[in-house]
């Protein structure tokens, strides 16, 4: 089983930059593709981004089209968020999301097979 572990998340002002991380333990980290989601307090979950096995891959949700980036360092068993441009409704608990599989990124998105704890992403305006 996989057990994924987010870093990163802090207080930043409105138009900052932030990067997240999630170390993934185990040995399979390129069969499968990760994802990251966000949840604000009274909301639902909220899809942030989904990047292949092999990191050629992405797919990213509307409110987070050109200033999110996820990347992935298959030898560091770590994916990131790297997240410009932050906005207050950026404010949220940020969580790492696996799926195995490393071409499923679409099916990362709608059913992780593992989820981290999640880290806070706070954005003062």
């Known amino acids: 089983q996989e057990q994924l572990v987010e870093s990163g998340g802090q207080l930043v002002q409105a138009g900052g930059s932030l990067r997240l991380s999630c170390a993934v333990s185990g040995h399979t980290f390129t069969m499968y593709a990760m994802g990251w989601f966000r949840q604000a307090p009274g909301e639902e979950r909220e899809f942030v981004a989904a990047i292949s096995g092999g990191g050629t891959s992405t797919t990213y949700g509307d409110s987070v089209k050109g200033r999110f980036t996820i990347s992935r360092d298959n030898t560091k068993n770590t994916v990131y968020l790297q997240m410009n441009n932050l906005k207050p409704e950026d404010t949220a608990v940020y969580y790492c999301?696996?799926?195995?599989?490393?071409?499923?990124?679409?099916?990362?998105?709608?059913?992780?097979?593992?989820w981290g704890q999640g880290t806070q992403v706070t954005v003062s305006s």
């Open positions: 999301a696996a799926r195995a599989g490393p071409a499923q990124i679409l099916r990362v998105r709608d059913a992780p097979d593992y």
